[in-house]
C-alpha cells in the first residue's frame, strides 16, 4: 500500500524544463550491527527531482522494487509526494540489515512514476553492515553551492564522525577516500587515532567540486548535479587492503549571491549569517 508522506523541500534545485526527472538514492550507507546483536539499522535518502515540469506541481509515486536478501527491510516502502516544478525533496528510509550480512554490499532499487507526465524512472543505492568502525557525515546529503563557469574549481571542508562501535581501541584506523561524480578529494586518505569503544570524532578533510562543462550555460540556479566521496578501510580487522563501508552523497548547485553559507538554499540561516557579522568593519 502507498503511503501519503509530509516533506520538507530541498530547495529550488532544478532549473525548470530542460531536464528530465531524475532520483539517487544514497550508496554505500554504513549499518552498524553491534556485537553481540543480529541486526541493526540505519537510513538512506532517497532524493526526487522535478526537473521536466511543465505544470506548478508534479506528482509522484515511489516504491522499493526487487526482491531483498532475507532478513532486509526497509521502511517506508512505498509512497505519494507532490513536488513543485523545479524542485527535490528528500525522503528518509530506514533499513533494518541483519548481522550475517556485515561486510556485503545490500542494493536497494526504487522505481518512481512521474504520475502527472506518466513517466517513470529508477535508482538503486545500497547499505553495507559493518561491525567495528562508522564513517559518515552528519548530514545524508552534503549540500555545496559551488562557482559557475567551465574550468573553475572550488574545494569545500567536509566534516566526517568517526565513531569506534567495535574495535578494541588499541588501533586508530586509516580512511581511504575516492571520488565520484562531481567529487573528487584533495587528500586520498585521513588518518584517525585509536578511539576508546563508543567513542566518536569529528575529522575534517576537504573535497574539490569537478568542472563542469555546462556550468557555463545554465549558470545559477542550473539543475544539480551529484557526487560521492566513497569511504574505504579495514572493518574486519584482519589488515588486507581496505574495502569500501560507506560513501557520503553531494548536491551540488551553482551560486547563488544569497546563499551565503553555500549550503544550496536561501533561508533564514543566510539572515542568520548577515546578522551575527551585523557591525562589522570589512578590510
Known sequence: MRRTMALTLAGALCAAPANADFCELTWDTPCPVFQGATSGSTTVVLTICACDALTPTVDFGWIVSGALPAGVTVFPNSGLVTIP??????????????????????????????????????CTGSVKPVRRWIVQAASSVVGISAPSGVGVVSEHDVQLVVSNIGSSGKDGVRIDLTGMGAIEPVEPFILVSPLAPGASQVVTTRVRVVPSAADATEGAGGPPRFGDLLLAWDDDGTGLPPVVNSSVKFRVTTACPTDLNGDGITNGADITQILNAFGQICP
Open 85 to 122: 516544478a523545479g524542485g527535490c525533496v528528500d525522503i528518509p528510509l530506514t533499513v533494518t540489515c541483519p548481522a550475517g550480512l556485515i561486510g556485503q554490499n545490500v542494493p536497494i532499487t526504487v522505481d518512481v512514476s512521474n504520475i502527472t507526465a506518466q513517466t517513470q524512472t529508477q
